[in-house]
Structures are given as structure tokens and as C-alpha cells.
């Protein structure tokens, strides 16, 4: 999901003539109705509203084609960029963008090598995110389209540009778990996007170099990346994002330090924004982790209802390794009442979920979680 908050675009008023006969009338500034939409847009956009900022740039650029407007480019860009958010969860979404995507390469000339970059990187997220979540097609496509997006921004000096589509190909080196490569071109990108002042651009590589820490085991560092980039994502202003970081410190905090009690703020703050908007996947990951900080104290009641939040928003959200996450941490909560059926239940549905969506991650934990419950005797809460 990835808002780049440097490309705001605020609206633009463009001052009205004086209508003929009423000299003494005070002109009046004409609303430029599609930078008006564009600014709405945006600002849904970073509020997490991205249903509605597509809305607002479908008709944006309705209006900018009927009036031969010379911003209909950039109004379908930005489109697009919506859309492929919107298509990590609606592959119609996903189809439409890339509709659009061809439409803007097939009509660029040799003076649009900016908006080339923008539509190479936006087609290879569209990519990378089918095989990351659907395991569709392979990894060389996305990072082909992210390498020719990076060359084109480099050829015209487009920092900001050249620190974003870096990050992407270090996403991939991450997911072909190519470690080194991926810390290098994450620390690459995160000096690119400080250079240009990409708030939301160094929100992302700190994020991901704060996992890269915590994998090596240095949870110190990862804990102040991990705070580094919400402060990014608040700084920028990006509501949505600063709330999913916040479930990320909270998760250094309670998973990895046992300081369940100091993350529960952090999954407390998350899950209100959560139910604001109504996002499954901000409400799964909130609610597991409020989940988790009430089991630490062992308050089996309050687990119980926040597991059984962050599964059915799990379900929705169509996440079903959050869905596996959730089960384990439920069954341990069943087991400890007495309830090995349900536990084993649990954790059965989850990893036929897990097989229906084709993820691998996560079925070696909900094997052995089902091995050990087999051996075991319930434990007293």
C-alpha cells in the first residue's frame, strides 16, 4: 500500500473574468473543480478513505476529458495509483488499473519520460502484489518493471522517483529472502527519499530495515526504525499508515520484547482508527495484537473477544495468514480453558485457509501447533 504523500496536489483557484456590464461587481475566482477533486482525493487517500479517493479521481477525470483539460494524464495516473491499493483485495480494482496504465503508455510521447517511470513502477506493483498475496506468476516481472522505472527516473534526475522504485526492487530481493541485497538497496532508497524529503518514502524503508534488524536479532535497532518511520508517517501526515506502524512497534514491544503492556496503547490507538474506517485488515492486525497483550496478562475473556474480532476481520479482509496468526494465539487461549476441540478446530480451519489461498507462510507453525496439542494436557488458567 504505498501513498506518496509528496505528490499532494492542493487545489488551484483560477480568478474569474469581470462579467461584461457589471464592472463595479468584485471579480469572483472560478472553482477549479478538478484540482478541488484531486486536493479531496488526496486527502481521503491519506486518511485511508481509498474507495472514496478512487470516486473522487473517476470523476476528476470525467470531467477533465469532457473539458480537454491538460491534466487528464496525471488525473488517471493518480487514478490508477489508487487502484492498485484498492486491488490487493479486488482484482477488479487491480484489471482497471492496469487498464489504465496501458492507456497512458500506449498514448505517452518521448517528452512524457516522467509520466513513463510513474506508469512502469504503478504496472509493476499491480504485479508484485498479485504474486505476494495470490502467488501469480513470478517475481522477474514486477522487478523487470520496477529496474526500467528506476532507469527512467535516473535519466531525468527524478530523486524522489529513483528512492521509490529502489524500494521496490529491495522489497523483492526481501521476499526472495536475498537479505543483503535487500538491506543495501532499502539503505539506498532510504537516502534517496531523505534527499527529496519523501516523508512516506523513508515511512517505508525504515519500516523495512526495522524488520530486517529484528530478523538478525538486534531488537534494540528494530525498535527505533520501527519508531523512526511512524514518526515518518505522522509527520506526513498519513493517518492509515501511521496506525498500521503503530500495530508495528507494538508488535517489536509485545511479540518480541514481552512489553505487551506498553504496546497495548499502540493496538489500542490502531484499532479506534480501525473502526473509523472500517478497514479489515487494519482491524485484524489491531485487534490480534490487543488480543495478545490481553492473554500476556492472562485476561482469558478479553483475549477470547479480541481473537474473535481480528479472525471474522481476517475473514473479511481475505488475510489468511493473519487469519493463521490469529488461530494459533486462540488455540493457546482454548487450550489453557480446557477446550483442546476447539483449539484443534481453531487451528484446522486455519490452515485449510492457508492451503484455499495457496500461502505457504505459516503452515509449518499451525502443523506443530497441532502436533504439541495432540501430546498435551489442557493447563489451568
Known amino acids: 500500500m504505498r501513498a506518496r504523500a509528496e505528490r499532494v496536489m492542493w487545489s488551484v483557484l483560477v480568478l474569474g473574468g469581470v462579467l461584461a456590464g457589471c464592472a463595479h461587481t468584485p471579480a469572483q475566482p472560478s472553482p477549479d473543480r478538478i484540482g478541488e477533486a484531486l486536493a479531496h482525493a488526496q ?19 470525467a470531467q477533465a476529458r469532457a473539458s480537454q483539460d491538460t491534466r487528464l494524464k496525471r488525473v488517471e495516473l493518480e487514478w490508477a495509483r489508487v487502484l492498485v491499493d484498492l486491488g490487493r483485495r479486488d482484482r477488479t480494482k487491480g484489471d482497471r488499473a492496469l487498464v489504465l496504465l496501458e492507456g497512458l503508455r500506449s498514448g505517452s510521447s518521448d517528452s512524457d519520460r516522467a509520466l513513463l517511470a510513474d506508469v512502469l513502477l504503478h504496472t509493476g506493483r499491480v504485479h508484485y502484489w498479485r504474486k505476494l498475496i495470490g502467488n501469480e506468476g513470478d517475481w522477474e516481472r514486477p522487478l523487470t518493471l520496477f529496474r526500467e522505472a528506476h532507469a527512467q527516473y535516473a535519466s531525468h534526475r527524478n530523486v524522489r522517483g529513483e528512492g521509490e522504485s529502489l524500494f521496490y526492487v529491495a522489497l523483492v530481493h526481501q521476499f526472495r529472502e536475498q537479505w543483503a541485497e535487500a538491506r543495501t538497496l532499502f539503505e539506498r532508497s532510504l537516502a534517496l527519499s531523505r534527499q527529496a524529503r519523501d516523508l512516506v518514502g523513508q515511512g517505508y524503508t525504515l519500516r523495512h530495515l526495522g524488520y530486517l534488524e529484528d530478523r538478525e536479532g538486534r531488537l534494540d535497532q528494530a525498535l527505533a526504525l520501527h519508531r523512526q518511520a511512524l514518526e515518518a508517517r505522522e509527520a506526513a501526515g498519513w493517518r492509515v499508515g501511521a496506525a498500521f506502524q503503530a500495530i508495528a512497534v507494538g508488535d517489536v514491544l509485545c511479540v518480541r520484547q514481552g512489553s505487551c503492556a506498553e504496546a497495548e496503547p499502540l493496538y489500542s490507538r490502531a484499532a479506534s482508527l480501525a473502526a473509523e474506517l472500517g478497514d479489515p485488515i487494519l482491524t485484524a492486525e489491531a485487534s490480534l495484537g490487543l488480543g495478545r497483550a490481553a492473554w500476556a496478562r492472562r485476561d482469558g475473556g478479553s483475549a477470547r473477544s479480541h481473537l474473535a474480532a481480528a479472525r471474522a476481520a481476517a475473514e473479511t479482509g481475505g488475510d489468511a495468514v493473519i487469519g493463521a496468526t490469529v488461530a494459533l494465539i486462540r488455540a493457546e487461549v482454548l487450550h489453557a480453558a480446557g477446550d483442546d476441540a476447539e483449539a484443534r478446530r481453531t487451528l484446522e480451519r486455519a490452515r485449510a485457509s492457508l492451503e484455499r489461498s495457496g500461502q505457504e507462510e505459516m503452515r509449518g507453525e499451525l502443523d506443530q501447533a497441532l502436533s504439541k496439542l495432540a501430546g498435551s494436557t489442557p493447563r489451568p488458567q
Not at 486527502?43 to 485511508?48: E, T
Not at 479517493?53 to 477525470?61: D, I, K, P, R, T
Open 43 to 61: 486527502s481521503r487517500y491519506l486518511d485511508g478513505h481509498w474507495l472514496q479517493s478512487a470516486e473522487a479521481l473517476e470523476a476528476a477525470a
